[in-house]
């Protein structure tokens, strides 16, 4: 069984996961966990369907317009970033 956090997604969600990823990036610290996890986000969701699925299952709760506008924000986050694990991440 695999447990997530729930996670709140607002409009402040991007720029905040955004200004998160680069600290991360920027740092000394070789440990990406913020990134994975956003990278796992990604990896869950590709369209609004799969936005709708985590929210009824209630890993997502989202105060968005809509689904698609998460499922779009999310598939843009890490684009460029690096993990210790997988190099680039293109997305």
Not at 71 to 76: A, E, F, G, L, T
Request: aromatic content about 6%; hydrophobic content about 35%; some cysteine.
């Amino acid at each position: 069984m695999l447990e997530i956090p729930t996670v709140t997604i607002s409009d402040s969600t991007n720029s905040r996961f955004r200004n998160l990823i680069a600290l991360e990036q920027s740092g000394k610290d070789e440990a990406t966990y913020f990134t994975n996890y956003v990278l796992l986000l990604d990896c869950l969701i590709n369209t609004s369907s799969d936005v709708a699925l985590l929210r009824e299952c209630g890993i997502i709760t989202s105060v968005m317009g809509s689904d698609e506008e998460v499922s779009k924000m999310i598939n843009k986050l890490c684009k460029g970033s690096i993990t210790n694990q997988y190099g680039a991440y293109g997305g």
